[in-house]
């Protein structure tokens, strides 16, 4: 996949709450294309003993393309990729990226948008904010966080956005009470969740709950390879035997031993790494093979799959 | 030539996908209003026996469930398809569905339900009371409605059309296609009967 | 260099047609085996293409330029509704004159020329001796709707796919070439109610599949695969609009004329982010080729036989085949003896 990455410069590094870093990218040599609100992009970074390969929300302003901004948590599991960034990643620096794609667009036909936003789940609205003003879109943000890690862009946001901003400071003992939030939605809102999985399940179980149809809740689908336990993958063609580590994804380790499987959004949504299995179990986490087809174990995704056995034969 | 008692009734075909199905409805337990939408029809009330048993498990319901029947026709005693955008845009965000009538009736009551915000997944489309259809002709855009036999004639430019499983929900129509332009011999017998 | 666009030619009525040999050597064949399968068979379109075929740019610009923009200008005057565009596809529509605009003038640059100073676009299109200036995104300072605009410079159909709710709906388009489906009809549609008449597919999962990949393609890396079907005459409008002119003429193959009757229509499908809306571009670029051209190709010859020869039943009827298809195989039959 490298000759399809996109040379960009680190423009400037700056830290925007004490666990998050924002990185700006300038062209190198083509210039960026342009992307739409929600969209993300893959970092490729180039460590000394790997390469991470983590997609980020774009978090600027889809009308200037004189620049992309992403912002990094510093994950307390970083499986070494936020942690690169916070540490290695310096201005003029030189990074690939993949060019943009977008699985999180507003639903522009809405009435009315309620963003809720965790943490460092605030970048991407911060790309549909401009966005919703110019078309004069009606929204609310509701902002979760814990001011003594994130938080970040408060202070702007708080004067932008006026009385449509709402904040939650857990580390000040501000609750955000979920099902208050939804009750009082009228038809035609659409209500979008970026943050932790459990702030997701929460809105979720809330709307069940209230009656809320689950179409009108859209949330940011990303599984980041979590990591498990160490398997060995040997491919069917040449019986080589690639080692994957309890830290590193199936798709990375075969990337690292010079293995090319394409791919495209590394989370298990987009199913472009699909690959046949030929002998072993395979454990799935992707949200894209159908249940019969991940009953079968006849074919896997290696960006975030795993084994169950302690070795896979892939058929590559 | 063909007879008029040769065109065959409008069947289903289960493997087109662009014909709506109507799998069995059950109640939402979760919606905080049960709307029932139905057509006042003047040959017996078929849609409103359809949605009998629901509105009936809706009144047991132990939720305090807010139930709204709706007759939608002409007389004075119903509401009619001009005033129901409003009493829909009035109903909170958790309200469910229920719809009983023509296909063709179901299918524009569904758009102006969406139109005021809510989305598919809150509305329920109970069998066509009947094998009436809608159709749009695809060489004059004219609509002819209703249709229970193919081919059908066209109301805009008189073809002959045979109609096929291609429904589309935004002219809550199938789509009508000229059956002898291949052999213009071939002419099937007009009849008053079609429409 | 390919051949420049030639002199105006007629897709109806004489028929006047034909493609030069180098047309004849750069058609897009579709069977990569003797076996026809249907498959979604997706490819990334990365470009440029080799030099010279009709992969080499995003928009294939070839010698039947001026007559196919002809022919849709006649197909617009007839019935203006072969274009559409709804509201909220404008943004959409113009991320279409942005891309088509600035890869054409990139990759033709003897036949189109853009400047750009700030959103004032000065664009001149040399075959169609076209001269204007407009400003980006504002739809009143263009002669004519963006999508009809455009759509009268690219060869090919275009739709423009509004992504919404992890599907595909059909909001916006100009089609005045296609095989058989009406935009005025399937306008507004889903990925799967648009494709609802394909046969046999939906059970095999394609959709579900293809729907994932499109919806997940991400800007500047389009991809593409190769759809076909059989055409009676050069006829580039076999539109259901205008069926009840050309239905007849599928009698009208005999063994005698088959070869110059009955044409391989091959549809180059596009698929391409928009950047700024976040809307896929469908472009169906067809290219057609008489059974006599298509035989002065012996490996063409041979498989199209075969192909032929093996062609499921559904197909035959879905695609419209019926009247002339035996025909057709008998004919071919002598380009492949040992079958």
């Known amino acids: 996949m490298s000759k399809s990455m996109i040379p960009v410069r680190v423009a400037s590094v700056r830290d925007v709450a004490p666990k998050i870093r924002e990185f700006r990218f300038t062209a190198v040599d083509q210039a960026l294309p342009a992307f739409s609100a929600g969209s993300h992009v893959m970092v490729e970074m180039q460590g000394a003993e790997k390469t991470y390969r983590n997609a980020y929300s774009l978090m600027s302003d889809p009308a200037d393309i004189s620049s992309y901004g992403i912002a990094v948590r510093l994950q307390d599991e970083s499986r070494g990729g936020s942690v690169f960034m916070h540490t290695q990643v310096q201005e003029g620096d030189v990074l690939n990226i993949a060019p943009p794609a977008n699985l999180f667009a507003p639903h522009w036909a809405a009435k009315k948008h309620i963003l809720i936003a965790g943490g460092v789940g605030i970048t991407p609205f911060m790309s549909y904010l401009p966005e919703m003003k110019r078309r004069n879109a009606d929204f609310e943000l509701h902002y979760l966080y814990r001011s003594a890690q994130t938080g970040a862009y408060r202070q702007q946001l708080s004067e932008a956005l006026g ?145 169950v056995t302690d070795s896979l034969t892939l058929d590559l | 030539m063909q007879t008029n008692a040769d065109k065959p009734e409008l069947t289903l075909n289960p493997g087109v996908k662009s014909r709506p199905q109507y799998p069995p409805v059950s109640l939402n337990p979760a919606a905080q209003c049960q709307v029932f939408i139905a057509r006042k029809n003047t040959t017996g009330d078929k849609a409103g026996a359809l949605l009998k048993p629901l509105m009936d498990e809706a009144e047991k319901s132990e939720k305090s469930l807010n139930i709204i029947p709706l007759v939608v026709g002409e007389d004075g005693d119903v509401i009619s398809m001009s005033q129901l955008p409003q009493t829909i845009s009035s109903l909170p965000l958790a309200s469910s569905f229920y719809l009983a009538g023509t296909e063709a009736f179901i299918w524009d009551v569904a758009k102006l339900i969406c139109e005021a915000g809510f989305i598919m997944e809150q509305v329920h489309l109970l069998p066509p009371v009947n094998n009436e259809r809608r159709l749009f002709c695809t060489h004059c855009y004219a609509i002819t409605e209703p249709v229970t036999h193919s081919p059908a004639v066209c109301s805009g430019c008189g073809r002959h059309l045979l109609v096929r499983d291609h429904f589309s929900k935004i002219h809550r129509a199938y789509v009508g296609v000229q059956i002898d332009a291949e052999d213009p011999a071939d002419l099937p017998e007009e009849s008053e009967e079609l429409c | 260099m390919r051949t420049a666009p030639a002199k105006l030619e007629t897709f109806r009525d004489d028929f006047t047609y034909t493609n030069s040999k180098e047309a004849i050597e750069r058609f897009p064949f579709p069977f990569p085996e003797d076996e026809y399968a249907y498959s979604v068979n997706i490819e990334p379109h990365t470009l ?141 549609m889903s990925f799967k109610e648009w494709h609802g008449p394909v046969p046999m597919a939906h059970e095999m999962g394609v959709f579900d599949r293809a729907l994932k990949y499109l919806t997940a393609i991400p800007v500047d890396r389009p991809v593409r695969r190769l759809n076909w079907t059989l055409t009676v005459n050069a006829r580039m409008d076999t539109s259901p609009e205008t069926y009840p002119m050309w239905g007849a003429e599928n009698r009208s193959v005999t063994p005698e004329n088959v070869g110059e009757k009955v044409y391989l229509r091959v549809e180059l499908q596009v698929l391409d982010r928009m950047a700024r809306s976040n809307a896929l571009m469908f472009s169906i670029r067809t290219y057609l080729i008489s059974m006599d051209d298509l035989v002065t190709n012996k490996d063409w010859a041979r498989r199209m036989h075969r192909v032929m020869k093996n062609l499921p039943e559904p197909l035959i009827d879905y695609k419209g085949l019926t009247h002339y298809h035996q025909i057709l195989v008998d004919w071919l039959a002598k380009y492949d003896p040992v079958n």
């Open chain 3, 48 to 188: 440029p293409g080799p030099a010279g075929s009709v992969n080499e740019f995003l928009f294939d610009i070839d010698e039947h330029y001026l007559s196919e923009m002809a022919e849709r200008d006649l197909v617009l005057k007839e019935n203006p509704k072969r274009c559409l565009a709804m509201p909220h596809m404008e943004p959409a529509c113009w991320d279409f004159i942005d891309r088509a605009m600035t890869t054409m003038s990139a990759d033709y640059p003897d036949y189109f020329k853009l400047e750009k100073n700030g959103d004032q676009w000065h664009w001149q299109n040399l075959l169609l001796k076209l001269d204007d200036t407009f400003t980006f995104g504002d739809s009143s300072t263009l002669p004519c709707p963006p999508m009809e605009y455009m759509g009268r410079q690219v060869q090919g159909d275009i739709a423009l796919l509004d992504q919404r709710d992890g599907d595909l709906f059909l909001d916006a388009g100009i089609v005045t070439c296609p095989a058989d489906w009406s935009l005025a009809f399937d306008a507004g």
């Open chain 1, 163 to 307: 009385e449509k901003y709402f904040s939650y400071d857990s580390d000040h003992g501000q609750q955000c009470i979920v099902h208050q939030l939804l009750a009082q939605l009228s038809p035609g809102a659409h209500v979008y969740i970026c943050g932790p999985e459990s702030l997701i399940e929460a809105v979720k179980t809330e709307a069940a709950t209230l009656g809320i149809p689950a179409g009108i809740i859209h949330y940011e689908e990303f599984a980041a390879p979590k990591p498990g336990k160490a398997f060995t993958v040997s491919l069917a063609s040449s019986g080589q035997q690639i080692a994957v580590d309890g830290e590193s994804s199936m798709l990375e380790a075969l990337e690292e031993a010079g293995v090319e499987v394409a791919n495209m959004c590394r989370g298990g949504v987009c199913g472009q790494c699909v690959t046949g299995v030929k002998e072993g179990i395979p454990e799935h986490r992707d949200d894209f093979l159908s249940a019969a087809e991940k009953a079968s174990g006849q074919c896997v995704m290696p960006c975030v799959s795993r084994a």
